[in-house]
């Protein structure tokens, strides 16, 4: 459906785009001002820094079915120099075609899964050998899951389109059936192959989604975290071969403090979102913190002209290092 204004999510990213516009050309100005000629800004690190963010926070946008036509014009607003206003006459624009959108972003949410069952599969094993891979891997793995949990954010799912992409019990047993015959050898291969992935993109549009206040910490019901995702396929792979892996899954609603158990799959609710939260085991905790994904991680890079990290100094084990 067409809609004649943005809903609140979307004014939250028109806005930061406007006010990002609105201080690159400040800085702009300051830059020529003191170089006394207008050939140094577009060099200058600052700006080069807040441009990037922009174009990334844009790109973001539009994957998260935000109108190409009214980020052009709360841009161009901010080029102007004029502040955020959220009634603004704004511009028809064409149809958003939302299928696309959330089968984009599925691809995105299988791609997260892929990586997810080689954590559950191989990261325990993969954090004893190699520490300074494991934090790369486990980094690459929280930036990509918060950034698809940040667009999903900003499409505002439905339940269904949630279930879709995250509830269905026979997805998350394919990708532990997927890992769960693989040899040492092909799992360490693809464990190294996830930990060098360039995310620095998908960082730079979480954390200027975040800026924005858009993303999974913000969220009121959060797409599954990237701890959760690897819980979800440990527990398939705990299970013995015979064990059914079909049905709704029951979790507990520890964000909303209630500690009731809530459906994620299946049937009707009076809550148009759905809740996601992690199951339990000791074994499962165990493996995950092996992997380095309990903590609080945060995107690797926050700006295209950030330097890649370098592994850790120290690392007790011999291994290599990407």
Avoid at 105 to 132: M, T
Avoid at 208 to 227: E, T, Y
Avoid at 233 to 252: E, F
Avoid at 288 to 315: H, K, N
Wanted: aromatic content about 4%; charged content about 25%; some cysteine.
């Amino acid at each position: 459906m067409k809609m004649n204004k943005p809903s609140t999510l979307q004014k939250r990213v028109l806005r930061a785009i406007t006010e990002h516009a609105l201080e690159a050309r400040k800085l702009l100005a300051r830059i020529e001002s003191d170089n006394g000629h207008g050939s140094e800004g577009g060099r200058n690190p600052a700006y080069h820094r807040l441009v990037s963010k922009i174009r990334e926070l844009e790109a973001a946008a539009v994957a998260g079915g935000v109108p190409r036509e009214w980020i052009d014009q709360t841009r161009y607003r901010g080029e102007l120099g004029m502040t955020w206003r959220a009634d603004l006459h704004w511009r028809d624009h064409a149809p958003i075609d939302r299928p696309q959108l959330l089968t984009n972003l599925g691809n995105e949410v299988r791609q997260v899964r892929e990586i997810a069952a080689v954590a559950a599969a191989y990261g325990q094993r993969g954090a004893l050998a190699e520490a300074g891979t494991s934090q790369l891997f486990a980094r690459n793995l929280d930036t990509l899951a918060r950034r698809v949990a940040a667009i999903a954010h900003l499409l505002n799912l439905t339940t269904s389109e949630a279930e879709h992409l995250w509830g269905r019990e026979n997805d998350w047993a394919a990708a532990a059936h997927r890992v769960s015959g693989a040899s040492e050898a092909s799992l360490k291969d693809r464990w190294r192959t996830f930990a060098r992935l360039d995310t620095r993109t998908a960082a730079c549009q979480v954390a200027a989604l975040s800026d924005a206040g858009i993303g999974a910490g913000v969220a009121g019901n959060p797409a599954p975290s990237a701890p959760h995702i690897v819980q979800r396929i440990q527990r398939h792979l705990h299970d013995s071969p015979g064990h059914p892996a079909a049905g709704p899954a029951v979790a507990t609603d520890h964000s909303a403090g209630t500690g009731h158990p809530v459906p994620t799959g299946g049937g009707s609710s009076r809550d148009p979102r759905v809740r996601f939260e992690a199951v339990r085991g000791e074994q499962i905790a165990e493996s995950v913190d092996a992997a380095g994904l309990s903590r609080d991680l945060r995107p690797v890079f926050r700006s295209a002209t950030d330097t890649e990290p370098s592994p850790p100094g120290a690392v007790r084990v011999n291994g290599l290092e990407p």
